[in-house]
Structures are given as C-alpha cells and as structure tokens.
C-alpha cells in the first residue's frame, strides 16, 4: 500500500497483519439498465482506512469509467470504501465479467459479477 500525504511524502504499509477486505459487489438497477449506460458498484470494508481498488472486465484492467470514493469509518471501527464502474448496457446485457479487485497490503480480494448470476427482478 503506498499512500501520499501533503508533497509526496509516500507511507508504504508491507505487512500481512491485516485481515483481507470484505467485498460486495452489487449490479445497475432495472431503471438503469433502460439506457445506454450502467453502473456496478464494489463496496470494500476493511480495518484501515486505505485500499487500492482496481477493476477487471473480461480478464483486461479497465482505466476509464471509475470513480472510487476516500474511505469513510463506520460504528463498528472499520472503513468502507465504494467503486463504481460505469459501464455499457450492452456489454453487460452480453453476460461479461466484472471483476473488483481490492488490495491491502500483501492481501487482495476479488469479486467477480456478471448478469447470469444475478437475480432478475
């Protein structure tokens, strides 16, 4: 994990001591996928407050289309962080794969969604 504060000065944090994060990942809306474009989103909640998330579509790292947001701390004393991944109606209407990949020191975690998978309304 590298973080930036002020200038540039970078904290890299190594150590394996911190427990994968846990992630949901969650599909458009019905009322989205009506239009050209949708949006998946990943929620990550880990017990620090940083994480790097990236996504995956069809095995390829994707660089457009992503908004992540900072971390925000919740009751229980962990953080969650949310991605959202616009996306193509028609791609997601083709049954491809969208992998959130989320990385915390030496620990990643992946989600993988696709429309087969999930319940129609």
Same mark, same amino acid.
């Given at each position: 994990i590298t973080v930036a504060f002020g %200038?540039?000065?970078k904290l890299i944090v190594t150590s394996s001591s911190f427990p994968p994060p846990v992630l949901t990942v969650f599909p458009p809306s019905s009322a989205e996928l009506q239009s050209n474009t949708a949006t998946l989103?990943?929620? +990550?909640s880990q017990s620090v407050?940083?994480?790097?998330?990236?996504?995956?579509?069809?095995?390829?790292?994707?660089?457009?289309? /992503? +908004?992540?947001?900072?971390a925000v701390q919740k009751?229980? %004393?962990?953080f969650q962080i949310s991605s959202y991944l616009a996306i193509q109606t028609s791609d997601w209407n083709m049954d491809k794969?969208?992998?959130? !990949?989320v990385s915390l020191? +030496? %620990?990643? +975690?992946? !989600?993988? /969604? !696709?429309k087969s998978n999930c319940p129609t309304e």
């Open positions: %200038q540039g000065t989103v990943c929620l +990550s407050p940083f994480a790097d998330v990236s996504w995956v579509s069809g095995g390829s790292p994707v660089s457009s289309g /992503i +908004s992540t947001s900072t009751p229980d %004393q962990t794969v969208y992998t959130c !990949k020191g +030496s %620990q990643t +975690s992946e !989600k993988n /969604i !696709k």
